[in-house]
């Protein structure tokens, strides 16, 4: 009799225990995330590596579908001013160094040449792009050859060199 005691109190401990810490959690306004949609089952997953989760679902007729989250990364120089990236053009493999500081930064190409980043700026839309001279030296202000940043995701930058089209991917390195 004294164990169905116990085990009757100690449950009675838990649910309210579950119940305070219950009336504590806080939710968001809920959102429609597949209107329209037949959904039978349905899995939150990252599947494209970006630490956001993505909308698995399967219809009853069993086919699979998904839905990415959009990247709503906002891109600020203040938000990489102070890192150090590596980066390496999609194509032809080129690997670049890029050190960002406060007011701008450099670029190290494969032969350890330096080039000044001359003018960072950001557009209204959001558009990150940063720049430098067509020759090597750290006295250099030209804007010659332009970085495009195209995406921002967690320790990754993504982008396109204006100057030769090529696409590039930035890692960001632990300093």
Sequence with gaps: M??????????????????????DIEFKETQTLLQGEDVQTFLLKDMDGDHRLDVIWQTSNGELKYKLQ???ARVTFDSIKGTKWRLTYDVSGIDKKLDFFNDGGVIEDQSNYQFNITQVTVTELNQLSFCTDFSAGLNRTRCLWKYQVTEVLPNIIKGVDQRTGESWTAYKLIN
Excluded: E, P, S
Excluded at 7 to 23: E, H, K, P, S
């Design 2 to 23: 004294k164990k169905k005691t116990i085990l009757g109190v100690c449950g009675a401990m838990a649910i309210n225990t579950f119940i305070a810490t219950a009336a």
């Design 70 to 72: 959009n990247n709503q």
